[in-house]
């Protein structure tokens, strides 16, 4: 079955600081991978997306994530870290239901704070 | 603004009751999914509708049911509600199947 496993379920950074939030897999064909941002009492918002091409993706916010197929990963990137981008982040993998493609199976979350 | 729209935003019920949470997709967005957030649970997919018809189902229960009616705008029934249906409830839309899913804002239901 598909999953997904995001294995920080909390990390805390210095702003200004790199970060790196971890994200695998399992998808037995091509996944359709995403990351999604939750401010709290807020909606999911689309960071960015890989469908197929290029491995390294570029989102908003100044987002980044790499696809490693050989790693079953898809790890999300910010070179500098601002306040601002304190919230909740998941990432998502396409999945099969019936005829489908498209609904998504969600991490458990990684829970951002960002120290002054 | 995702362009996702959910209506009501909080609901406050008791048990034994029934609700009715409604979305309205992006414009020319053809497919809805409904997800469920819970602490216990995390972020579960529950059911999708492509154009009006039913495309998937996740992991919903029997006392839930969905529609998506011919201006596509779709509705979630919840009925017969337990302490345990205390959730967010998201909607998201999207052009085709697969494609990216813009989410709405979220119903936050509290049975008591």
């Known amino acids: 079955a598909q999953s997904v496993t995001q294995p920080d379920i909390h990390i805390t950074v210095s702003e200004g600081a790199s970060l790196e939030l971890r994200c695998n897999y399992s998808?037995?064909?091509?996944?359709?991978l995403f990351w999604y941002v939750q401010s709290p009492g807020q909606g999911l918002q689309l960071l960015l997306k890989y469908f197929s091409g290029d491995t390294l993706v570029q989102g908003i916010k100044g987002f980044e994530a790499e696809f490693k197929r050989s790693q079953s990963s898809f790890n999300l990137r910010k070179p500098s870290v601002h306040w601002s981008d304190a919230a909740e982040y998941f990432c998502?993998?396409?999945?099969?239901?019936?005829?489908?493609?498209?609904?998504?199976?969600f991490g458990k979350g990684t829970k951002l704070s960002v120290k002054p | 603004d995702s362009g996702v729209t959910q209506t009501p935003k909080h609901l406050i019920t008791a048990t034994g009751q029934r609700v009715t949470l409604r979305c309205s997709p992006r414009s020319g967005d053809l497919s809805v999914y409904w997800y469920q957030q819970s602490l216990d649970q995390g972020l579960q997919f529950l059911i999708q509708?492509?154009?009006?018809?039913?495309?998937a189902k996740g992991n919903i229960l029997e006392r839930f049911s969905a529609q998506q009616f011919p201006d596509l705008h779709s509705e979630l029934n919840l009925s017969s509600l337990e302490l345990g249906d205390s959730a967010l409830y998201f909607c998201?839309?999207?052009?085709?199947?697969?494609?990216?899913?813009?989410f709405g804002p979220g119903t936050r239901l509290t049975v008591l």
């Open positions: 998808y037995g064909a091509t996944p359709y």
């Open positions: 998201a839309s999207s052009v085709e199947d697969p494609d990216t899913q813009y």
């Open positions: 998502a993998v396409g999945a099969s239901y019936g005829g489908s493609q498209g609904n998504l199976i």
């Open positions: 509708y492509y154009n009006g018809e039913e495309r």
